[in-house]
C-alpha cells in the first residue's frame, strides 16, 4: 500500500504546480494559442489522468518500496560510505537528471522509443499541460528505469520524492506559455531550463528539436555539445510536421500514434 501522506503530497505538487503555472499563463501569456486552448486541455488532462491511474496502480507502490528497501538494507552506491541526508538528496538529483537527459536523448535517437515520445511533441501549442502530455508506454518504461536507477544508487524516499517534485515542477515551467522577463531567463538559462531553452527543443524543425534535452539543469547540455541557443523565438512553430490536423490529435488518436507508421 502506498502511505496516504505521499499520495496527497504528490497531487498537491502536481496538481498544484498545474493550477499556479495556468493562472499565469492567462494572466501574463508568453503567446496567444494557435488552436483552442481548451480543447487541448481536455485531452492533455484526460491523458494525464489515465496516465497517472495506470503508474500508480502499477508503479507507485514498487518505486516507494525499492526506496524503501535499498536505504533499510544499505544498497547501492550511495550506501557505500556515511552520507549526511543533504548529501544524498543532492547526488541523487544530480545522477537521476543526468540519466533522465540520456533516457530524454535516446527518446529522440532510437525509432521504437521515438514511436511513443512522438506523442508528447505532437502538441500544436506548448503550455503548462504539455509537460505531462506523454504516451503510457514511455512513462512505463521509464517507470521501469527508474526503480532500477533507485536500487543502483541506493537513494532514500525522501531524495526521490524531492527529485520527483523538482521534476513536476520544472517541466510545468519550461512547457509554460509564460511570459518570463529576459533577463532572468538569461541568468536562469545558465544552469537550469528555462520555457525559451525547450521552446527550441519542441520546434518542429528536426534540428531544433534535436537539441536542448535537459530537464532540471541545462548543464548536461551544455557539457554533452546538445545545446542550442540563438534561435528567434517568435519564430519557432511548435510541433510535428506530419502532425498538423487538431481533429487528429484528440486523446484515441494519440494513444493509438505509436502504433502506427513511424514518421520522423
Do not use: C
Request: no cysteine; proline share 5%; hydrophobic share 50%.
Amino acid at each position: 500500500m502506498i502511505p496516504l501522506n505521499i499520495v496527497l503530497l504528490r497531487g498537491l505538487i502536481s496538481w498544484g504546480g498545474f493550477v499556479l503555472f495556468l493562472f499565469f499563463e492567462v494572466v501574463r501569456p508568453y503567446r496567444q494559442p494557435s488552436v483552442s486552448k481548451m480543447k487541448r486541455l481536455m485531452t492533455n488532462i484526460s491523458l494525464t489522468v489515465l496516465n497517472s491511474a495506470i503508474l500508480s496502480l502499477i508503479f507507485a507502490a514498487a518505486t516507494i518500496n525499492t526506496a524503501m528497501h535499498v536505504s533499510g538494507n544499505r544498497l547501492g552506491l550511495l550506501n557505500i560510505i556515511s552520507l549526511p541526508l543533504w548529501a544524498k538528496v543532492f547526488l541523487t538529483v544530480l545522477f537521476m537528471d543526468f540519466m533522465l537527459y540520456v533516457w530524454h536523448l535516446l527518446n529522440h535517437e532510437i525509432p521504437f522509443f521515438w514511436r511513443f515520445h512522438r506523442v508528447h511533441h505532437s502538441d500544436l501549442n506548448m503550455d503548462v499541460s504539455t509537460a505531462t502530455r506523454f504516451h503510457i508506454g514511455e512513462l512505463s518504461l521509464s517507470a521501469v528505469i527508474k526503480i532500477g536507477l533507485i536500487y543502483f544508487i541506493g537513494a532514500d524516499l525522501v531524495s526521490v520524492i524531492i527529485f520527483e517534485s523538482l521534476l513536476v515542477l520544472t517541466a510545468q515551467f519550461q512547457h509554460s506559455s509564460l511570459k518570463v522577463p529576459e533577463s532572468f531567463e538569461k541568468v536562469f538559462w545558465i544552469f537550469f531550463v528555462p520555457p525559451s531553452m525547450h521552446r527550441i527543443h519542441h520546434s518542429v524543425k528536426i534540428h531544433e528539436r534535436d537539441t536542448n534535452y535537459g530537464t532540471i539543469l541545462s548543464v548536461w547540455d551544455r557539457l554533452l555539445g546538445t545545446l542550442l541557443k540563438d534561435i528567434e523565438q517568435e519564430k519557432i512553430i511548435i510541433g510535428l510536421g506530419p502532425y498538423r490536423e487538431p481533429e487528429k490529435l484528440g486523446l484515441p488518436h494519440l494513444l493509438l500514434m505509436p502504433f502506427t507508421k513511424p514518421i520522423i
